[in-house]
């Protein structure tokens, strides 16, 4: 894991064309796997594949035909690799949490298992969390657990960290925040309609959580009017002008042109520098 932290830590101030090379490279064998081995795929976008020129750009790439949500529900058998690469391991089946009505079966191998969690690492270090605090999530289907560390068998060798806290997402909203004022984390994570719910909650109570580093969510798209609400009554610091919104809209962009999904953005410290970068600044950008 430490290895593939560092190959990734260094690869990422590679010169962005070489960085494409590489990415191409995966990308051809990946598509090449995807249309050999699994039969939607082949069916669905063989030729289209078999037509790329073997220095396909981004554009090309963009070409291919989309993979849809219903595409994976109807043809979830035919979406199946019939064989897998040599010394990807086990493999197992897990489902997304259905926050949208319509739950995606999907595959897991222990190597792709392996580097989603040295992707979460990587993430956590991006963001120079402290990880001697605690953090919390809420989740559908799960029961009240505390373990003593974020980042299940892999990481916990690696890293120490606080302990994590996991709450079921059906409990009221109330009750989600009177759990949370008595575990006081640093860090709350939840789908985005839940974290809005436990906002409000506490805005009409008049509970601040001032221990409250950082809230992220996920699963669930981020409304206007949340947004503004955060920036009403939950940013911390002061709101952005224009210019540092078109700043931070330019630089939280992939590399195909569409801005990442923002949920909050919390600031440190303002710096006393004018001539700091403002995205050195941003400690959580979802």
Known sequence: MLAVLFQLERAQWLAPEKIWERQRGQLQALLRHSV???????????????????????HDYSRLPLLRRADIQEHFRDSCAERLPAGHGGISQSTTSGSTGEPVRFLSTSVSTFFWQAFMLREHLWHKRDFSARMLAIRVEKEVSISENWFGDVGAEIFRSGQFVVLPA????????????????????????????????????GIAMPWLREVRSFGEAVSEDMRTYI????????????????????????????PFNWTFVFLDEFPRDPGDKLEDRVSEVT
């Open 170 to 205: 059906r409990w009221p909203f109330d009750r989600q925040l009177d759990r949370i004022c008595e575990e006081q984390p640093s860090y709350l994570l939840g789908y985005a309609s839940n974290v809005l719910g436990i906002l409000r909650a506490a805005d009409n109570r």
């Open 36 to 58: 050999a081995e699994v039969p939607y795929y082949r069916h669905r976008m063989g030729e289209a594949v078999r037509s790329l020129p073997s220095q396909f750009s981004l």
């Open 231 to 258: 920036l009403e009554r939950w940013f911390v610091g002061r709101p952005l002008n224009d210019s540092e919104i078109s700043a931070l809209r330019a630089h939280f962009t992939d590399q195909f042109g569409h």
